[in-house]
T-cell receptor, first 115, second 111 residues
Framework: DAGITQSPRYKITETGRQVTLMCHQT?????MFWYRQDLGHGLRLIYY???????DKGEVPDGYVVSRSKTENFPLTLESATRSQTSVYFC??????????????FGEGSRLTVL | RKEVEQDPGPFNVPEGATVAFNCTYS??????FFWYRQDCRKEPKLLMS???SGNEDGRFTAQLNRASQYISLLIRDSKLSDSATYLC????????????FGTGTQLKVEL
């Protein structure tokens, strides 16, 4: 099916473990984003990518790593998970020609709990 | 001070009521403005853009006041299905990489 999908949807892990959240989109959108959403903070940008092999930091990048070897995939890795990284993570995409519309397309979210 | 600020609510209103939310932004260089809607435990979705002259989409009216740096969303004839969190979003460059989200205002429409 076309769209943007995230996996896993739910994940429980322990402090210190590595976790990778996957994001896949079928539209060939050039821009992709990772946000985290926490109560009282709203959506905060972790990393974004303007194209394959181009990534840049957002507002809260510490503790996260991203890569974008293919246009359609944008995985987010927590190298050593901490409890403060317990959150809902949203991946989003937008075509470069649609930037001014502000219409990001979001995945359904990945709920991560770090014990 | 947060870049984008919203009253978290909740706003509890009866069906058929008119309700308005405001949002203030701190960056005077902000160029584009949007309202997103987020249902409980779901992903955010674009509701409407906000234009300088104000704009309407059915029961929804969005307005921008650049001088006072605030954006508003008015919902007329509220429906139960309007219950959601409304996110104010500001872009400083007009590009997706600079979208800043407010924390959202929760609306509950009741019978």
């Amino acid at each position: 099916d076309a769209g943007i999908t995230q996996s896993p949807r739910y994940k429980i892990t322990e402090t210190g473990r590595q976790v990778t959240l996957m994001c896949h989109q079928t539209w060939s959108h050039s821009y992709m984003f990772w946000y985290r959403q926490d109560l009282g903070h709203g959506l905060r940008l972790i990393y974004y990518s303007a194209a394959a092999d181009i990534t840049d930091k957002g507002e809260v990048p510490d503790g996260y790593v991203v890569s974008r070897s293919k246009t359609e995939n944008f995985p987010l890795t927590l190298e050593s998970a901490t409890r403060s990284q317990t959150s809902v993570y949203f991946c989003a995409s937008i075509a470069s020609g649609a930037l001014n519309t502000g219409e990001l397309f979001f995945g359904e979210g990945s709920r991560l709990t770090v014990l | 001070r947060k870049e984008v600020e919203q009253d978290p609510g909740p706003f509890n209103v009866p069906e058929g009521a008119t309700v308005a939310f405001n949002c203030t932004y701190s960056n005077s260089a902000s160029q584009s403005f949007f309202w997103y809607r987020q249902d409980c435990r779901k992903e955010p979705k674009l509701l409407m853009s906000v234009y300088s002259s104000g704009n309407e989409d059915g029961r929804f009216t969005a307005q921008l006041n650049r001088a006072s740096q605030y954006i508003s969303l008015l919902i007329r004839d509220s429906k139960l299905s309007d219950s959601a969190t409304y996110l104010c979003v500001v872009s400083s460059t007009g590009g997706g990489n600079k979208l800043t989200f407010g924390t959202g205002t929760q609306l509950k429409v009741e019978l």
